[in-house]
């Protein structure tokens, strides 16, 4: 009897616990969402006198002003540094109706990061992946300092496809490959030096899976390292197996130490096909593979015709970071590239 007293007893502790936290995380949005409509509307306000006044040193004098006295009224929140922010915000979102959804969603320090990106489609990538993946403020920081709009897959496509492949995502929440698969990927987390063999950038990858997995995107489900399979009599090893949630898909990935070469096409067909015969179930779509390299040929991959090939992606791997800059010039050059080679193919259409 005493035990099923105490057990009665935790149940209902538990119980009371779990109203509690959930309570708080209701009020802790329904503040948050009150506290970013509240910032557009104070940015509203002071853009519409700007307009009003119309004059050119009016509105540098009017938030100064404003700052000092709201700052005595209401503490430190007021500076004009975030006025600055507050219009700045109003401006970039001017419909409320879009607003007032995303206010449930993101924070004001997510905004804050986010109204700086001057680019609307680079903007509408970061906000709608930070919403999907559920970011936080520190990783969507991390993600705009790595370029991952650059990086991914859907930068180097026609404006339309990114818009596209963006509302998908907005309306159904659904993945397309080009928002998944990146290049390069930033490997710096494995401590790698100048010398290392497939075997330890695999095992390092194995031993940092939490930050690998961070910088593949939080739909990748870790399956297996080296997976054997027997064609002919004859072994093969796939290095690592994943599956994306997302997308539906098992996920093959080659390691290689070396520049693409074309041979490595024919070795991922044989694993995908393997793969599509004897492991993808029911209601799954079809298995994808990524050759990562540390540098990639691209007359061959030309040739190959693998540029916009939905099953077999390409792509480099960096294990030391670059300077921004560096990195910067290199991301953009690859996509005025890739913008080029469409822009070449349409033409002979």
């Known amino acids: 009897?005493?035990?099923?007293?105490?057990?009665?007893?935790?149940?209902?502790?538990?119980?009371?616990?779990?109203?509690?936290?959930?309570?708080?995380?209701?009020?802790?949005?329904?503040?948050?969402?009150?506290?970013?409509?509240?910032?557009?509307?104070?940015?509203?306000?002071?853009?519409?006198?700007?307009?009003?006044?119309?004059?050119?040193?009016?509105?540098?004098?009017?938030?100064?002003?404003?700052?000092?006295?709201?700052?005595?009224?209401?503490g430190s929140g007021f500076k004009k540094r975030n006025l600055q922010s507050f219009v700045k915000f109003n401006a970039v979102f001017p419909d409320f109706e879009i607003l007032h959804a995303l206010s449930a969603k993101l924070s004001w320090t997510h905004f804050r990061h986010i109204i700086y990106i001057e680019d609307e489609i680079k903007r509408e990538f970061y906000i709608q992946l930070c919403i999907y993946e559920r970011w936080s403020v520190r990783t969507l920081q991390e993600r705009i300092d790595s370029m991952l709009f650059e990086r991914t897959a859907i930068s180097k496509k026609p404006e339309k496809t990114i818009?596209?492949?963006?509302?998908?995502?907005?309306?159904?929440?659904?993945?397309?490959?080009?928002?998944?698969?990146?290049?390069?990927?930033?490997?710096?987390?494995?401590?790698?030096?100048?010398?290392?063999?497939?075997?330890?950038?695999?095992?390092?990858?194995?031993?940092?899976?939490?930050?690998?997995?961070?910088?593949?995107?939080?739909?990748?489900?870790?399956?297996?390292?080296?997976?054997?399979?027997?064609?002919?009599?004859e072994d093969f090893y796939i290095d690592l197996l994943f599956f994306h949630r997302g997308l539906k898909r098992l996920v093959a990935i080659d390691l290689k130490l070396d520049k693409f070469k074309a041979a490595y096409k024919g070795q991922m067909e044989l694993y995908l096909r393997w793969l599509e015969h004897n492991e993808q179930k029911?209601?799954?779509?079809?298995?994808?593979?990524?050759?990562?390299?540390?540098?990639?040929?691209?007359?061959?991959?030309s040739y190959l015709m693998l540029d916009n090939n939905e099953q077999i992606k390409v792509a480099e791997y960096l294990t030391v970071l670059p300077d921004k800059k560096t990195l910067e010039r290199k991301l953009n050059q690859a996509i005025e590239i890739a913008k080029n080679a469409l822009g070449s193919d349409e033409k002979e259409k």
Not at 198 to 205: G, P, R
Not at 282 to 301: F, H, M, V, Y
């Open 163 to 233: 818009s596209e492949d963006l509302l998908n995502l907005k309306d159904a929440e659904k993945m397309s490959p080009n928002l998944v698969f990146r290049d390069p990927y930033v490997l710096d987390f494995l401590g790698l030096h100048d010398s290392y063999s497939e075997k330890d950038l695999e095992s390092a990858i194995l031993a940092n899976l939490q930050n690998f997995l961070i910088e593949m995107g939080s739909d990748f489900a870790f399956i297996a390292r080296q997976k054997r399979i027997i064609i002919d009599n």
């Open 1 to 74: 009897m005493k035990k099923n007293k105490l057990s009665s007893s935790t149940d209902l502790l538990e119980s009371i616990i779990s109203l509690i936290e959930k309570a708080r995380k209701h009020v802790a949005l329904s503040v948050n969402s009150e506290l970013v409509l509240l910032y557009w509307k104070i940015g509203k306000s002071i853009n519409d006198d700007f307009t009003k006044m119309g004059k050119a040193d009016y509105g540098k004098k009017q938030i100064e002003k404003l700052s000092t006295e709201l700052s005595i009224l209401y």
């Open 282 to 301: 029911e209601g799954e779509n079809t298995p994808i593979g990524l050759i990562l390299c540390s540098e990639k040929s691209r007359e061959q991959i």
